[in-house]
């Protein structure tokens, strides 16, 4: 098995927590001066010091493993993915020979405005979908 020399900065990466991000040195890279490595590791990693690493971090032996969160740009990027095919599958009622009623307009300026005012992670995650009329 590599040995791991030393881990700092563990971070879950994912919801479940299935997934640490860290930097890492390992033995067979040279001594213990060597440059930081990034590394990630989950419990069923293919690896054995992957899995050990995991397993290591979540007992604490390299300090607390900092919690899952996401950026408000990773928020508002889903959002974003989310309203597109919304738009798109309400787009031939823009065209000029379809009456858009107002509802639909009201809809679809609902989901254009729909990241407004969301300046936050917290905001993100509660954003109030428009109904399809």
């Not at 990034?38 to 290591?56: Q, V, Y």
């Not at 309203?83 to 679809?108: A, G, H, I, Q, W």
Request: proline share 3%; charged share 30%; glycine share 4%.
């Amino acid at each position: 098995m590599i040995e791991i020399l030393a881990v700092r900065n563990c971070k879950y990466m994912k919801a479940d927590n299935s997934l640490i991000e860290c930097e890492a040195k390992f033995g067979h890279l040279g001594d213990n001066t060597q440059d930081w490595i990034p590394f990630a590791a989950t419990a069923s990693d293919l690896e054995e010091h992957g899995r050990t690493l995991f397993a290591n971090a979540v007992k604490g032996d390299y300090g607390t493993v900092t919690a899952f969160s996401r950026t408000l740009d990773e928020e508002l990027r889903d959002i974003r993915f989310k309203r597109r095919p919304l738009l798109e599958e309400t787009d031939f009622y823009s065209n000029s020979d379809v009456t858009m009623s107002d509802d639909m307009k009201t809809y679809r300026q609902n989901l254009r405005d729909i990241t407004n005012g969301v300046d936050t992670v917290e905001k993100a995650q509660n954003v109030t979908w428009p109904t399809k009329p």
